[in-house]
């Protein structure tokens, strides 16, 4: 037996044993957001002399524990404008990267359970039209058509009385996205150092001259920070103040089952989203702990309290066993908009802010950042998220499209 050692290329990364002693770009965070920053300076701006340092396994953080809802129906023009560019940017993903990200158009339905809930979605719908976002109010009928197996009175506890209907949701295969934009910039010379922890930033007069990390120092002017559920840390390395607080997010999996569920439906009132994979399991999820926690882990009463609300929507699946469950710690703002681009620090950049929503922004983020961190100037579709909006008090409004409904 001969071993087959003349591979002729990595399957996903190049190791590097070594840091280099500076890089022009350094990116703290190797989730979905940090490898497509380090993917677009690479393939967009010719920018190869970056490193992602992430302190454990790409897509380790919350790219690889979301529930992969994919959608642009939010509130603000700020929002719709921004989310719609991400979802036309998903469409060619799989082809770019010559990888199967299991990519799945299905609609998404945001249910109403009170007069409320349909007076918010008609404004959505509405704001959505204006920007040439294909969204719209539906009845219950229509519901009860794309999902036959619901129980449109929901136990009669809470009638289904209408819907947003989006029919650009989507789903895809999360992990698969880091990969994606990690092998796509390993290919473009961008260096991935995995099990590399940032433990301070060298900041001099204002400017950024380097980090700490843990397998030595590395001098550079500028520094990417998109570490989600740890950006508080990293922002106190370079004594920036935010009004970013995390809490937990948990999901869970059933056993995998045949196909019955085309869309992705999301209701606010019961706090439950739920999508079926490509592999048939069914991925739920449900709205934030209620209370402040800088941790991963899940717990007995999130299962009970979902499961609850689903046998509400979906009585038959009581003999549906729950296969795994996890969390991930969402980084949070009051308004419900992420915060990104440039800070009172020269060369410290900023992608934070992602609380529940920030998969299905990855390629804008990746986008928006990386001609940001290039030009040193804020790309024009983001100039609604910058933190100095909470001084100015100009906030960005997108809790009644954000919350519980990814
Ligand atoms: P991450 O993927 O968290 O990556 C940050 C990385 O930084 C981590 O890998 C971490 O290890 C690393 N890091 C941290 N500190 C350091 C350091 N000091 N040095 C080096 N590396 C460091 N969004 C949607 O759009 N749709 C959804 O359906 C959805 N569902 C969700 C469900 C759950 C349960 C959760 C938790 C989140 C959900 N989200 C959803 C939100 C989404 O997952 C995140 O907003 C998004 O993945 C953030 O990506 P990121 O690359 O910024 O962060």
């Known amino acids: 037996f001969a071993l087959n050692k003349k591979h002729p290329e990595p399957r996903m990364f190049t190791p590097h044993a070594e840091l280099k002693s500076s890089y022009d770009v350094v990116i703290i965070g190797g989730g979905g957001h940090g490898l497509a920053a380090a993917y677009y300076l690479a393939r967009e701006h010719g920018i190869t002399n970056v490193c992602v340092l992430e302190k454990g396994y790409i897509g380790g953080g919350n790219t690889g524990r979301n529930t992969t809802i994919i959608r642009s129906n939010y509130l603000t023009p700020e929002g719709v404008q921004f989310y719609d560019e991400s979802v036309r940017l998903w469409q060619d993903l799989s082809q770019d990267f010559d990888l199967n990200l299991f990519y799945a158009n299905r609609g998404h339905f945001t249910l109403a359970h009170t007069d409320a809930a349909l007076r918010t979605m008609r404004w959505r719908a509405e704001v959505n039209k204006h920007y040439g976002v294909a969204s719209e109010v539906v009845g219950p009928e229509v519901v009860k058509e794309a999902a036959p197996m619901i129980d449109i009175t929901c136990g009669g506890h809470a009638p289904i009385l209408g819907a947003l209907y989006h029919a650009p949701g989507s789903v895809a295969r999360h992990d698969a996205v880091a990969w994606g934009y990690g092998r796509g910039a390993d290919q473009r010379g961008v260096e ?146 992420p915060v990104m681009g440039k800070t009172p620090v020269e060369g410290f950049y900023l992608d934070s802010g992602w609380g529940t929503w920030g998969f299905k922004a990855t390629p804008v983020c990746g986008k928006t950042m990386a001609h940001t961190v290039a030009t040193d100037t804020t790309h024009p579709l983001i100039t609604g998220f910058s933190l100095d909006r909470f001084r100015n008090y100009a906030l960005t409004g997108e809790k009644g499209a954000a919350s519980v409904g990814h």
């Open 192 to 337: 991935i150092h995995q099990q590399t922890e940032v433990l301070g930033i060298d900041v001099q007069g204002g400017k950024v001259k380097g980090v700490q990390t843990s397998r030595g120092y590395i001098a550079t002017g500028k520094v990417l920070c998109a570490v989600a559920g740890s950006t508080p840390r990293i922002l106190k390395m370079v004594d920036i103040k935010s009004p970013i607080y995390i809490h937990p997010l948990q999901a869970m999996v059933s056993e995998p089952v045949k196909p019955w569920l085309d869309p992705i439906l999301v209701s606010g009132s019961l706090h439950v989203y739920i999508s079926q994979s490509a592999r048939g399991e069914l991925v739920m999820g449900a709205s934030l702990d209620p209370y402040e926690l800088h941790g991963t882990r899940s717990t007995l009463d999130f299962v009970e309290g979902l499961t609850t609300h689903m046998l509400e929507m979906f009585p038959f699946l009581s003999n549906v066993k729950v296969m795994r469950q996890w969390a991930g710690m969402a980084d949070m703002t009051p308004d419900f908009a």
